[in-house]
């Protein structure tokens, strides 16, 4: 079964400079979420989209911005990159069945970024 | 604001014991409850997912069960094997003004740490 793909796997970039990440959700599911972890931290929600809006917005810095697109693809923009940035970024997708409230999120296996 | 606790956070079992985890939640407006698996410096696997008008589900060697009232849910392996040997993170949906397209967000425990020994 497809699964949610997020590239790159491993990125690497030093202060100041700009990031892209990119997750392919599950095919016909409708809501991509982003969410970061640091070490040994719990994943911290950044964004959602659903149907191609954005639906909710968490801890997400002003230097990111995201969008998803008409293939339902979506990407993480990262500028003027922080050490702090390092962290896992996790893609999820989902979707929910008409009338509803199932909502099971399926994760990517993320992307390490280390800004050094 | 929805608050997910995690106890214990850390664990190490010798192998073949049974062993219980523990999450705990402040408000019980929640859509579902899912468990993850969580290696080191890996992705997430969902494990397994509750929706709040369920009390357990299972999974292989795994239970999970949600008392939603008292918010809180355990994640019961049976038989521990070294490939168990994980973080994992239990997380909850809130049910928070209208579902549709919108705060469909996870609030997340730390987890906990598992070690089982051959």
């Known amino acids: 079964a497809a699964g949610v793909i997020q590239s790159p796997r491993h990125l690497i970039k030093e202060k100041r400079e700009t990031a892209t990440l990119k997750c392919y959700p599950i095919?016909?599911?409708?809501?991509v979420y982003w969410y970061q972890q640091g070490p040994g931290q719990d994943p911290q929600f950044l964004i959602s989209?659903?149907?191609?809006?954005?639906?909710d917005k968490g801890s997400i810095p002003d230097r990111f911005s995201a969008q998803q697109f008409s293939d339902y693809h979506s990407e993480l923009n990262m500028s003027s990159l922080e050490l702090g940035d390092s962290a896992l970024y996790f893609c999820?997708?989902?979707?929910?069945?008409?009338?509803?409230?199932?909502?099971?999120?399926?994760f990517g296996p993320g992307t390490r970024l280390t800004v050094l | 604001k929805q608050e997910v606790t995690q106890i214990p956070a850390a664990l190490s079992v010798p192998e073949g014991e049974n062993l219980v985890l523990n999450c705990s939640f402040t408000?019980?407006?929640?859509?579902?409850l899912q468990w993850f698996r969580q290696d080191p410096g890996k992705g997430l696997t969902s494990l397994l997912l509750?929706?709040?008008s369920q009390r357990e589900q299972t999974s292989g060697r795994l239970n999970a069960s949600l008392d939603k009232s008292s918010g809180r849910s355990t994640l019961y392996i049976a038989a521990s094997q070294p490939g168990d040997s994980a973080t994992y993170l239990c997380?909850?949906?809130?049910?928070?003004?209208?579902?549709?397209?919108?705060?469909?967000?996870?609030?997340w425990g730390l987890g906990t740490s598992l070690a089982v020994n051959p």
């Open positions: 999820a997708s989902s979707t929910t069945p008409l009338g509803s409230s199932y909502n099971e999120q399926f």
């Open positions: 095919p016909r599911h409708d809501t």
């Open positions: 989209f659903y149907e191609k809006m954005q639906s």
């Open positions: 408000d019980s407006a929640i859509y579902n």
């Open positions: 509750i929706q709040s």
């Open positions: 997380a909850v949906h809130p049910a928070v003004g209208s579902y549709a397209g919108n705060n469909r967000k996870l609030i």
